[in-house]
């Protein structure tokens, strides 16, 4: 899907950045990213409320309002969600 790559390296992220995020491999993400694989449910929610955009917007039926120029790095609510998701995945 065209729109998971743009939005990721607008943020300046990796794959494995979102991989982490969804709690997937970082090839599962990649085959989101190559339209091999369909995105869930959970995933299309996670993903829409992390970029904050419509889940329409990533499914591309949806057109953006306004795209903002891309930032010279993550912004610090990306940069919390990742550290917060990635703190979640060593709670027993």
């Known amino acids: 899907m065209k729109r998971l790559k743009e939005l990721r390296l607008q943020h300046k992220l990796t794959q494995k950045d ?8 970082r ?17 299309l929610l996670k ?11 990533l499914l591309g039926l949806e057109e953006p309002a306004q795209i903002e120029k891309s930032p ?10 990742i550290k ?3 703190s979640d995945s060593f709670v027993e």
Do not use: H, M
């Not at 090839?27 to 995933?43: S, V």
């Not at 993903?47 to 917007?57: A, K, P, Q």
């Open 47 to 57: 993903l829409s409320e992390f970029y904050n955009v419509s889940t329409d917007y």
């Open 18 to 25: 979102i991989a982490d995020i969804l709690t997937i491999s």
């Open 84 to 86: 917060l998701k990635l």
């Open 72 to 81: 010279s790095e993550p912004d610090e609510r990306l940069k919390a969600f």
């Open 27 to 43: 090839p599962a993400y990649t085959n989101y990213e190559t339209g091999k694989r369909n995105l869930d449910n959970g995933a």
